[in-house]
């Protein structure tokens, strides 16, 4: 099971190289955003935030183009009858690519947070550490969540640009508006913003909490309301096949 996600890391690893635009936009909006933090964080609580932020908005996008293509490309290319019949049951299946596209997500994941310590050293800590912890662990559940919506579309590709949208301006706040940082805690980036933020053990145990429990219920509730319409279609690709989509 370790050398087959390793496996699937290598592949995701050239499908971005593959989209070498994306990837240059990528490394250059990662560039650009850490260097902005550099220069205008004023204390490093604000600078673990623009950092946390930094991150998550970039690697967004990363996940995104890997779940419209988890389970699209298997349709498109018929090999989807490969992954059925293999060892690895689906729901494992999509878990450990999720993971994968959130380890390769690793340069603009890890290089805000890296200007964050070049700006205040003191914020090497368990603290930012558990904060990169739980920007991979969302980002995952991202890629496995937005892969069980995107598959549910003959061209997931026109919905990529909605869901960004909607993970950006809910989870994140791109645009405050009043009552934002409330609703923004119905995504599990609000509640890495919040434990970020937060200024006792108190506050930090409820926001992590908080994480984690709306991760598991968004994931859970997707994963019963989705699967079943997932593997209808894998059942006409076995029975019809791929041609007849």
């Known amino acids: ?102 380890v390769v997500s690793s340069p603009a994941i890890v290089v805000p947070f890296l200007a964050a310590y070049a700006r205040f050293p003191g914020l090497v800590g368990p603290r930012s550490l558990l904060v990169i912890l739980m920007a991979y662990v969302s980002l995952m559940a991202v890629c496995y969540q937005s892969t069980l919506v995107l598959c549910q579309f003959k061209a997931p590709i026109g919905v990529v640009a909605w869901l960004r949208l909607g993970l950006l301006f809910i989870g994140l706040s791109v645009l405050p508006f009043a009552g934002s940082e409330l609703v923004s805690l119905v995504l599990p980036t609000g509640w890495i913003l919040r434990f970020v933020a937060a200024t006792g053990p108190q506050a930090a145990a409820v926001a992590f909490a908080g994480f984690l429990a709306v991760t598991a219920a968004w994931t859970g509730l997707l994963w019963k309301a989705l699967s079943g319409r997932m593997m209808s279609r894998i059942e006409e690709s076995l029975t019809d096949g791929a041609e007849t989509r």
Do not use: H
């Open 1 to 102: 099971m370790f050398k087959f996600a390793l496996f699937l890391i290598r592949v995701q690893w050239i499908d971005r190289l593959a989209t070498s635009s994306f990837l240059i936009g990528i490394t250059i909006q990662t560039a650009l955003l850490a260097l902005a933090l550099y220069q205008t964080a004023q204390t490093p609580a604000e600078a673990l935030v623009l950092a946390a932020r930094a991150a998550l908005m970039t690697c967004t996008a990363i996940v995104l183009l890997s779940a419209m293509s988890s389970v699209q490309n298997e349709f498109r290319y018929g090999t989807i009858e490969k992954v059925v019949l293999g060892a690895v049951p689906i729901s494992t299946l999509l878990l450990i690519r999720s993971a994968a596209s959130a």
